[in-house]
């Protein structure tokens, strides 16, 4: 792509993804009813890592501060992704009802229309919750703060935007092999998020395999976080580990672009 | 006529639901792994708590964790905009003028669709936890009975709560917000993330009290036997007896504010 064209197709999302916002704000009643209640009502989820934690000091060897820090953390980015690439989840009705053809007949990249097509513009609400836990947990934590710590807790929130809007690509194409298997898109998107907000070492292998280094959300928060919150890598897993996510996150992403583009080329319409 | 029409419609919920059978393995394959985690989490705080908390020791725990996520399909705990959706479209017009009670037709429906999602979802999904895991089971066969009728009283509770969020599109006109508020009070409040005992004694005590805890805590109690089953039971009457009471009051107020426009 060109300079000239990364310009107009940044531009052309702006305005397009500007639209979706403008009507999403138009029932003005239910959309801050929506945005507010996300915010409100997603606190009873960190609530309940509160109240287990009366009951106990650690969770693994986390203390609260550490796990609202990894479940802030990761919760922005998880908000993030779901803000912008959630009408993924739609690809699976697009193929069934035949509409998903009509992308393919207009001059933009259907991956590009996906994500243009609509918003979940009350993921701010969550991204805000999240936002105040990951202060909760720098208010608890001792950090010892350098620029580079100060960029990889930032860093985090950029990584895991990009990893969990992948992981939307990634399991939206599972509605070009089968047309009613969307539900189990939610299992690494929704579950990612999940998983990704709780200390690795809590989990079996397997389910550590598979939820943290396959669907990749333990790069997401969980090794850099150990980095900045001064905590060993463990498995005997390498430091470096702990620096890995921008290359897992660009990996990541470009891989997803690839299996998009290979399923869409691949894709024969329902014919309906 | 009337229990014969009832009939038809619980029938007829009950075919809708079970059209889907690819979307059942999906499903189940989620749910587990939302059960994996929610377990897996539940399991360390427990151990580190040293055994026990609340009464729940790491057998219970994981029951429990797998009946919630069982519950999933028949409470209908996600995404339920049947009335909402038709109210956007103006069908509900029709509904309207049928020659029964909209809250009754609807409930009908749901009792089918809740049957079919417990015997296709909710059983197979409760058998692999209990494949992989060991779990508790109800030691008699009138404590399965209380288990059922438990489960089909959470379905109605719920149903009361779902038709009451689904109408509101009549004055929102935009039934996201309502929706979404409805099933993250449901999440949050219910038992559906931690047992309701976790939380400190007052706020339990509350939280039982409330409607949402009577779609999902009630039942697991009454299967785990963690508490009286006649006072899980009793709460629920008092929910279900409440909530049909609102929801008549809000499908009157709905049925003024509806203009059908012709052409």
């Not at chain 2, 055994?51 to 729940?56: F, L, Q, S, W």
């Not at chain 2, 017009?93 to 049928?98: I, K, L, M, P, V």
């Amino acid at each position: 792509m060109s300079t000239a064209e990364m310009r107009r197709t940044a531009h052309l999302w702006r305005v397009l993804v500007g639209a979706r916002a403008r009507s999403q704000m138009q029932y003005r009643a239910s959309f801050a009813a929506d945005a507010l209640a996300s915010f409100a009502l997603t606190f009873l989820d960190f609530v309940a890592i509160l109240v287990l934690f009366t009951h106990l000091h650690a969770l693994g060897s986390w203390t609260v501060h550490e796990v609202a820090f990894l479940y802030g953390a990761a919760g922005i980015g998880f908000a993030l992704a779901d803000l912008f690439a959630s009408n993924l989840e739609n690809t699976s009705l697009l193929v069934r009802t035949g509409q998903f053809d009509v992308l393919l007949i207009r001059p933009a990249g259907s991956l590009f229309q996906m994500l243009t097509g609509d918003i979940s513009l009350r993921s701010v609400g969550k991204a805000g919750q999240a936002a105040v836990v990951l202060a909760y947990a720098l208010l608890g934590v001792t950090i010892a703060w350098t620029p580079l710590r100060v960029l990889m807790t930032l860093g985090i929130v950029v990584v895991g935007t990009l990893i969990f809007s992948s992981v939307f690509v990634l399991a939206s194409c599972i509605a070009f092999a089968t047309v009613s298997g969307e539900e189990a898109m939610n299992a690494v998107t929704y579950g990612g998020s999940f998983f990704a907000q709780y200390p690795l070492d809590i989990f079996g292998p397997w389910l550590r395999r598979f939820m943290g280094f396959v669907v990749p959300t333990a790069f997401v928060a969980y090794f850099p976080a150990c980095y900045v919150l001064g905590k060993p890598v463990p498995f005997g897993l390498p430091d470096w580990f702990a620096f890995a996510s921008p290359l897992v996150a660009a990996l990541v992403l470009g891989g997803s672009v690839v299996v998009w583009r290979t399923c869409v080329h691949r894709y024969r319409s329902t014919g309906s | 006529m009337r229990l014969r029409l009832s009939g038809e419609l619980v029938r007829y919920g009950w075919r809708r639901q079970t059209t889907y059978r690819g979307a059942t393995v999906a499903g189940l394959f989620t749910n587990s792994v939302f059960a994996f985690i929610q377990g897996a989490v539940l399991l360390a705080a427990i151990r580190g708590a040293g055994g026990n908390i609340g009464g729940y020791d790491t057998t219970r725990a994981l029951t429990y964790t797998w009946l919630a996520q069982a519950l999933i399909g028949p409470i209908g705990v996600f995404r339920w905009s049947d009335i909402a959706d038709r109210v956007k479209t103006g069908e509900i017009a029709t509904d309207f003028s049928r020659p029964a009670d909209l809250q009754h037709w609807f409930l009908a429906i749901d009792l089918g669709r809740a049957g079919a999602s417990t015997v296709f979802r909710a059983v197979p999904q409760f058998l692999i936890g209990a494949l992989l895991f060991e779990l508790v089971l109800p030691g008699s066969v009138g404590r399965w009975l209380l288990v059922a009728v438990s489960l089909t009283l959470a379905v109605v509770v719920s149903f009361g709560l779902r038709f009451i969020a689904n109408l509101a599109v009549f004055w929102t006109l935009e039934p996201r917000g309502v929706l979404n508020a409805h099933s993250m009070l449901l999440v949050g409040l219910s038992g559906f993330i931690i047992p309701l005992t976790f939380f400190p004694d007052g706020l339990a005590q509350l939280l039982r009290l409330l409607p949402w805890a009577s779609a999902i805590q009630a039942p697991i109690d009454v299967f785990l036997d963690q508490r009286s089953a006649a006072a899980v039971i009793g709460v629920q009457l008092f929910w279900i007896i409440a909530l049909v009471a609102a929801g008549q009051a809000v499908q009157r107020a709905a049925q003024t504010k509806l203009v059908v426009q012709g052409g």
